[in-house]
């Protein structure tokens, strides 16, 4: 992706199902699960750079025993430096006598992190502040065990002000309005109830004291305290936590917006973001893995029985499609096969835009996420090109010389790596002149790859976003080869509109298909349509009823995607700097989007199509009513 979105979260769940004593014998350390936890963490921190957490729970402690261990960091590695702290107190007890790590009794008792229970996050600050108060996971605190609470998510909820009411209403009084906050404490709610009808019933049976609390860890009902906490969340989520006595337990949306996977066997039980990074971590094969349904909870007991409960009716399922184009890693099989197929279905239109020519045109990528799309770019060249062939060849009659068939066979698509990302490159200079240089030189060409004056130069890129890059840097470098023609290709179609279930995309108006789409309608003087949009808008404000229809559709209805593709080209092309070519701008379609991922149907990116009713009303209320006021402010 030329303009890097910044944000998503990962999260990582083990469950150690033996005592570690198990593990200390058949692993050879005590610090197994510490060290699984680790690689967990680090194969997701694609997921989340913005901070780190993880906590740990210890099972079966004495009173006046510490159970809880938490470390968070927003430093620039935050995983590893959370791993080096922890890792820092085991070296110290090491080098003061080795036989103390393999002291199971004694680790319990005196250092952190040494519990069954494993929660880790990896946080990009979807819309909160980048600060280690920010960082999950979230703690709960009470001196009663199985009302501690350890929150930890990917997600974003789009009715917390009506969440947070709700909070107010029951006699609370939480410390702030965010999402993560909300949830915590409407669980911890529920929660806290759960404990108190627990403890009065045995009570009324003559229980003693101590003995009820052993009671209610057994007894204690997870899936019921989640369907009570959760009947009023919009959004899309997978929600991670750890009770104070050992019990855990993961969440997913009706929907099935934001993703988790599973594995289970009589040594652990583990969760993550992302399929292939379970597999990597056990050494598993991709079946064996489970995907969490939708609107499901993975419940796992302090006795270790796990179960996938029904929490709320799961909705028409609409997946996250962004995460198999950008987010999600591309070692997972599916999404390696879905991100060639975007870069295959788009070859037919790279075709036409060149004429066909491929003796004059060469192909390449923008690193680096666009690579694999690539490959299906290139393969969908080799099969319309084989075709030409067939043609070409029965052409010449039924005795072709070897020589014009030798000819014909060896004709190859031009493929180069034009493109190269300087990853130690970094834009930290604040004045524009000398950032907007440090921006143009990202990344750098290879000379001498490319005919001037004679040679398409066609590069596919993931996405499109906002066209910082593109504009500052991408096309500045790419001029600098003279191609006859640019054709910037993007697997991806136009994305039109932000998200608001978990990925830094909620400013619609740094959309640079947005932005083109406003330009035209000036260009054609149709500013009643941006007034209409913002009255229609404006008019739902106070509307308590569920929003049903997204109206800014309303704004690129005028205006085929060509149109609005060729708009495009006009707002990143850089200055000529004599450099006399043409650029194109290719995107996917939305219909082969959903060929290439056919089970991953949330394209609200797109289509403006959101899968629940908070998406339309947050899209509507916080983000283009403001737009709206701006730019008839601009038109007035």
């Known amino acids: 992706m030329s303009d890097p979105i910044k944000h998503e979260c990962g999260i990582a769940l083990l469950r150690l199902k033996k005592p570690l004593e198990y593990y200390l014998e058949k692993y050879g350390s005590a610090l197994w699960g510490l060290n699984k936890m680790h690689l967990l963490m680090e194969k997701q921190h694609n997921r989340g750079q913005d901070g780190a957490g993880i906590a740990n729970i210890k099972l079966d402690m004495q009173p006046g025993e510490r159970y809880i261990s938490r470390s968070r960091s927003v430093q620039k590695n935050p995983t590893q430096d959370i791993f080096d702290q922890i890792n820092a107190k085991f070296k110290a007890l090491y ?62 909820l789009t009715n917390v002000d009506e969440l947070f009411d709700v909070l107010v209403e029951l006699g609370q009084h939480p410390k702030e309005k965010s999402d993560t ?7 911890g709610h529920f929660l806290d109830v759960e404990n108190d009808e627990l403890y009065a019933h045995y009570k009324s049976l003559g229980y003693a004291k101590t003995d009820i609390y052993a009671r209610i860890q057994d007894e204690i009902k997870i899936d019921k305290i989640l369907k009570k906490a959760s009947e009023r969340w919009d959004g899309g989520y997978a929600m991670a936590g750890l009770l104070g006595h ?27 973001s992302e399929r292939p990074v379970i597999q990597t971590a056990f050494n598993l094969k991709v079946e064996d893995i489970q995907e969490l349904k939708p609107g499901h909870a993975l419940i796992i007991e302090k006795k270790g029985q796990v179960k996938e409960i029904e929490i709320n009716a799961p909705r028409e399922l609409k997946q996250c499609s962004f995460e198999r184009i950008y987010f999600s890693r591309g ?8 991100r060639k197929a975007l870069g295959r279905l788009i070859v037919k239109d790279v075709l036409e835009s060149v004429g066909h020519d491929y ?3 060469v192909f390449s990528f923008i690193p680096n996420t666009a690579e694999v799309s690539f490959y299906g770019l290139i393969k969908g060249l080799e099969e319309a090109h084989n075709q030409d062939k067939i043609k070409q060849i029965q052409a010449l009659g039924a005795n072709p010389s070897s020589e014009a068939l030798s000819e014909i066979i060896n004709r190859r698509a031009r493929i180069e790596k034009i493109a190269i990302k300087d990853a130690k490159l970094r834009t930290f200079i ?12 990202v990344y750098d060409i290879t000379y001498g790859s490319v005919r001037r004056g004679t040679d398409n ?42 998200d608001c279930y978990g990925i830094d995309m909620a400013k619609m108006g740094d959309f640079i298909a947005f932005e083109a789409a406003i330009e035209l309608i000036k260009e054609q003087g149709k500013q009643d349509l941006l007034e209409e949009v913002y009255r229609l808008c404006l008019s739902e404000v106070n509307d308590k009823k569920e929003a049903e229809i997204n109206h800014v559709k309303k704004i690129y209805e005028p205006f085929t995607p060509e149109k609005i593709s060729a708009q495009i080209v006009k707002r990143v092309s850089p200055p000529q700097n004599g450099w006399k070519g043409e650029i194109e701008i290719i995107y996917q379609t939305v219909e082969n989007l959903r060929k290439a991922v056919p089970n991953h149907t949330g394209d609200w990116y797109f289509t403006g199509n959101y899968p629940t009713p908070g998406g339309n009303k947050v899209v ?17």
């Not at 470098?477 to 136009?494: E, T």
């Not at 509507?620 to 007035?636: A, D, E, G, I, P």
Request: a neutral charge; one cysteine or more; hydrophobic letters at 40%.
């Open 95 to 156: 080098d003061e006598n080795p036989d103390k790590l393999k002291d199971v009794s004694y680790l319990k008792k005196n250092v952190g992190f040494t519990g069954e229970v494993f929660l880790g996050h990896l946080r990009y600050g979807t819309y909160g502040r980048n600060s280690i108060e920010s960082c999950h996971p979230f703690l709960r605190q009470s001196n009663w065990m199985t009302r501690n609470l350890v929150v930890a998510g990917n997600f974003n």
């Open 181 to 187: 906050v909300t949830v915590m404490e409407k669980i």
């Open 246 to 272: 050992g019990s855990a337990f993961v969440l997913r949306d009706p929907s099935g917006i934001r993703p988790a996977f599973w594995y289970e066997d009589d040594e652990i039980c583990v969760v993550a």
């Open 331 to 338: 070692s997972d099989a599916d999404i390696y096969k879905e």
């Open 359 to 361: 003796d004059n045109s």
């Open 430 to 441: 604040t004045q524009d002149d000398s950032r907007d240089d440090l921006v143009a030189h």
């Open 457 to 498: 130069l066609i590069v596919i890129d993931d996405s499109i976003v906002r066209g910082t890059t593109l504009r500052q840097s991408i096309l500045r470098i790419l001029d600098r080869l003279g191609p006859k023609k640019i054709v910037v290709v993007s697997s991806a179609p136009q994305i039109r509109y932000p």
């Open 620 to 636: 509507k209320w916080r983000w283009h009513y403001n737009l709206f006021l701006t730019f008839l402010s601009l038109l007035v």
